[in-house]
């Protein structure tokens, strides 16, 4: 059973940083596409960024480029989310979730296998 825990979430003030991580278990993490979304609330699920299973390609939403950066460590079996410069609309529940087929990145939240349960991101003005 493969399953997804993250942590690192908390309550920030805008301009601050965070740390996700998210580890995987019971699985073969080395062949997963990996991607993060976050959901605020009474909003969809949406993309946030998205890393192949080599590491060697990321892809991020717009609203998140060059602020957030993931990155992965086979070894630890664990994906990142580096947040920078955070901002109150960044508030949300963050999601991990890893993606068997395809050695692509990926934004559509219907396109991956396994999710982790999410960690509360709060960014105060």
């Known amino acids: 059973q493969v399953q997804l825990v993250e942590s690192g979430g908390g309550l920030v003030q805008a301009g601050d940083s965070l740390r996700l991580s998210c580890v995987v278990s019971?699985?073969?993490?080395?062949?997963?596409?990996m991607g993060w979304f976050r959901q605020a609330p009474g909003k969809e699920r949406g993309f946030v960024s998205s890393?192949?299973?080599?590491?060697?390609?990321?892809t991020y939403a717009d609203s998140v480029k060059g602020r957030f950066t993931i990155s992965r460590d086979n070894a630890k079996t664990t994906v990142y989310l580096q947040m920078n410069s955070l901002k109150p609309e960044d508030t949300a529940v963050y999601y991990c979730?890893?993606?068997?087929?395809?050695?692509?990145?990926?934004?559509?939240?219907?396109?991956?296998?396994?999710w982790g349960q999410g960690t509360q991101v709060t960014v105060s003005s």
């Open positions: 979730a890893a993606r068997r087929q395809g050695s692509t990145t990926y934004r559509l939240a219907s396109g991956y296998d396994y």
């Open positions: 019971g699985g073969t993490f080395g062949t997963y596409t």
């Open positions: 890393i192949t299973k080599g590491g060697s390609i990321t």
